[in-house]
């Protein structure tokens, strides 16, 4: 099945830190191929940490091969972001955090949370 760019993408309005929301359905491409220009909109409003909301994107089977990708695609965040949080349904979560592990390996300071309250109060926590 193909599916064609029906992920969203959307702002949430904060002031202390850049919040992202990622709905709908998605490939690990077009989900991989976001960062650039999340990125960006953080450069564009000069802030250094990052909330990505996945809590919304429709889930189904996530390969190994998918976590590492996701993981490598957030690199570009490692010496531009001081943090970054990252909340999704506890479905999209990998037990071993394998994705995590993989930013993290590559400079990322990121964590995943299931909670998005959790993910808001470790992002805005003092380092």
């Known amino acids: 099945?193909?599916?064609?760019?029906?992920?969203?993408?959307?702002?949430?309005?904060?002031?202390r830190f850049v919040w992202v929301r990622l709905s709908g359905a998605w490939t690990i491409d077009e989900l991989c191929a976001k960062p650039q220009s999340i990125l960006a909109e953080c450069t564009a409003r000069k802030q250094d940490l990052l909330l990505l909301d996945?809590?919304?994107l429709s889930v189904g089977p996530i390969s190994t091969l998918?976590?590492?990708?996701?993981?490598?695609?957030?690199?570009?965040?490692?010496?531009?972001?001081?943090?970054?949080?990252?909340?999704?349904?506890?479905s999209f979560i990998d037990p071993d955090?394998?994705?995590?592990?993989?930013?993290?390996?590559?400079?990322?300071?990121?964590?995943?949370?299931?909670?998005?309250?959790?993910?808001?109060?470790?992002?805005?926590?003092k380092d």
């Open 1 to 15: 099945m193909v599916i064609d760019d029906l992920m969203n993408l959307s702002y949430v309005d904060e002031r």
């Open 54 to 56: 996945l809590t919304e």
């Open 66 to 90: 998918d976590r590492y990708k996701l993981g490598s695609s957030i690199v570009l965040f490692s010496k531009k972001l001081r943090k970054v949080a990252t909340a999704a349904l506890p």
């Open 97 to 125: 955090r394998f994705g995590e592990r993989v930013a993290r390996n590559r400079g990322v300071n990121v964590r995943v949370f299931s909670d998005p309250d959790e993910a808001r109060r470790w992002l805005l926590e």
